[in-house]
């Protein structure tokens, strides 16, 4: 049972530390995750949301509803998967598992009014956390810029202000993808924390966390230990980190609920986009509105320490059941 008062809304583009992203929302009772919006990005963006409800599913959670939200970025009118993503996640965003079909079916109406609905309805008591491209957000925010005011927090995975990207020297992934939606959201979203590689690179998890996972001996705790040492082996192969692999968008929903697993700095924050530039994709301060009161929080350092015992703590308790 929960009787958590905050709702949470999760926005995927599932991939493997989306899934971890979900375990973790799912078992944490601070929260209570009323729905979650598929994304393209790591997968196009039906597999994503059918790899969310296989995993809910595996996870004994076939109450939470999953959403569509875009196929392709605010510019563009169709969306490849990149090979890198494919490298890093599998083929299909789970590690090449063959993850049990869901019995619940992809729900008919739109993430994009689902979330609109429910910035309306929960309000200050929303929860909203992107771990994919923006561009579900920013198609909301045109459709209803009050939104801007309504969710109560939105914590992002994605931007790297003090570090490089991991696209280019300046751009991270999930920006890099539309990073005009981005500079939407940046620009207008209150109540922002951008949760970028400042912190996520310094969150690993090893084969030996995965392990615990693996010795619960229940077909949820393999299906995650698989699933993780999949990317924790992609991670090695492709000279991203030997010594484990970063825990992005579940930082992002740690975070979400308990912000002092980070410090952060306030800071109203844009997102460069001019294609002839080689900062493209970049997240940085705006000059524009440097005297203007901040509506962002940038994560730039975190207790790692903390985040990861307490991670494996929560992901233990779930694969246990
Ligand atoms: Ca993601």
Redesign the pocket.
Known sequence: FKMASTKMILD????V??AL?LALAICDPRVDLIGVIASY??TLVETSAQNTLNLLHLLGENDVPVYLGESHSSTTDHFDVMPISKAIHGEHGVGNLSLATATRKIEQTSGIQFLIDMAHKYQDELIYVP??PLTNMAKALKIDPEISHLIGNTTL?GGALTVPGNVTPFTEA?INQDPEAADLVFTTQENLTMVGLDVTLRTLLTKKDTQQWRELGTQAGTAYADLMDFYIEAYDRLDIDHRGAAL??PLAVAVAIDPSYVVTIPLNMRVTYDKDTKDYGRTIGDRERLLEPTTTNVAVSVNAKRFVRDFMDFMIAVLKA
Do not use: E, F, V, Y
Request: aromatic share 0%; net charge negative; charged share 25%.
């Open positions: 995927l583009d599932t991939g530390d989306d992203a990005g790591n771990t994919g995975m999930n992005h968008d």
